[in-house]
């Protein structure tokens, strides 16, 4: 992706009169500042690589981005070099952007071109607007049977899009940056199951804690894991990734970890959104919590 910059008239025509010697560069940095990391606002496409269980793929990424809300796909197919035999596919996504740290959080969607071999994957990482590229992991999920991660680094370049890049906002829909305990519930096809956790906002785009969830009665519950992701505090935003189970209690079962794509709204202090499973086809909208 070549990098255009502007020369001066000056300097092309190599004759403009009286120099100007005045010393712009504090000017140029504090415009950098002001723009922060913002991805373009608008429609972009990307190129590049992700890795997974030690293979490489090329995708081709499409990003609409509105004040750091996302929405897109990602096209996948395998490297002829070292082929999985996972072959090609496409699935949509949603995710957040923070544009002062640059965050990046993909939650899959569902698959808009199948494959049945594969599942559908997450993306955390950052963009660097000096290099035009977004960098970070693919993350997977993990189960019972298999607690562990096999997602690798993943790199998009941008192609096309010249949308002015996002800044921040007003950070009227910001989280509380201290420790906070919510509860509620959340459905994706089946039953409704009850659901609780914590989580700290760190002032810049990111966001830990925990959460665990029941069958029926959280007195009773099945599963814990830790939880980290990506918070924009302007649109509310929050895209929240799974780690490895911390504890499995329901050892008669085999769910697999979850990835969240959820809107904080602080009029009532709720996050309502979306959970987002391995195989796609959640219903839409079917999480519902509130912090205490």
Same mark, same amino acid.
């Given at each position: !992706? ?6 001066s008239?000056?300097?092309?025509l ?8 005045t010393d712009?560069s504090?000017?140029?940095d ?8 913002g991805?373009?606002?608008?429609s972009s496409?990307?190129?590049g690589n ?5 293979f490489?793929f090329f995708?081709?990424?499409?990003i ?10 990602i096209?996948?197919e395998?490297d002829p070099s ?7 596919g496409t ?5 957040t952007?923070d544009?002062?740290?640059g965050l990046?959080?993909i939650?899959? %969607? ?7 071999n594969?599942?559908?994957l997450?993306?955390y990482?950052s963009y ?9 992991t !693919? ?5 019972r049977t298999?607690?562990t991660?096999?997602?690798?680094p ?20 910001a989280?509380?940056t ?6 509620g519930?959340?459905?994706?096809a ?5 659901i609780?956790?914590e ?12 959460l665990?969830f029941?069958e029926?009665d959280?007195? %009773?519950p099945?599963c814990?894991?830790?939880i980290?992701g990506?918070?924009n ?8 990734f799974?780690?490895?189970?911390? %504890? ?9 970890t ?10 009532d202090?709720?996050m309502?959104? %979306? ?13 519902m919590?509130s912090?205490?």
């Amino acid at each position: !992706m070549k990098t255009l910059s502007l020369l001066s008239l000056c300097l092309v025509l190599g004759a403009c009169g009286d120099k100007d010697t005045t010393d712009d560069s504090s000017a140029t940095d504090d415009t950098a500042a002001a723009e922060g990391n913002g991805l373009p606002e608008g429609s972009s496409t990307w190129e590049g690589n992700i890795e997974l269980a030690g293979f490489n793929f090329f995708v081709d990424v499409t990003i609409a981005n509105s004040g750091g809300d996302l929405t897109g796909s990602i096209a996948f197919e395998d490297d002829p070099s070292n082929p999985s035999g996972l072959g090609t596919g496409t699935f949509g996504f949603t995710g957040t952007h923070d544009p002062v740290s640059g965050l990046v959080g993909i939650a899959p %969607d569902d698959w808009i071109v199948p494959n049945n071999n594969s599942e559908l994957l997450g993306f955390y990482g950052s963009y660097d607007p000096s290099t035009d590229t977004i960098s970070g992991t !693919m993350v997977d999920a993990a189960s019972r049977t298999d607690n562990t991660f096999r997602g690798g680094p993943g790199s998009f370049t941008r192609v096309s899009g010249d949308g002015a890049r996002t800044t921040a906002g007003d950070g009227a829909k910001a989280l509380s940056t201290d420790l906070r305990h919510w509860s509620g519930t959340f459905q994706c096809a089946s039953a409704v199951r009850p659901i609780e956790g914590e989580l700290q906002y760190d002032g810049n785009g990111g966001v830990t804690g925990w959460l665990t969830f029941a069958e029926e009665d959280l007195a %009773d519950p099945c599963c814990t894991h830790d939880i980290y992701g990506v918070h924009n505090p302007t649109t509310g935003g929050v895209t929240l990734f799974p780690t490895t189970y911390t %504890d499995y209690f329901a050892t008669d079962t085999n769910y697999s970890t979850n990835w969240y794509d959820l809107t904080y709204d602080p009029s009532d202090e709720s996050m309502v959104g %979306d959970v987002r499973v391995t195989r796609g086809g959640c219903r839409a909208d079917q999480v519902m919590v509130s912090f205490d």
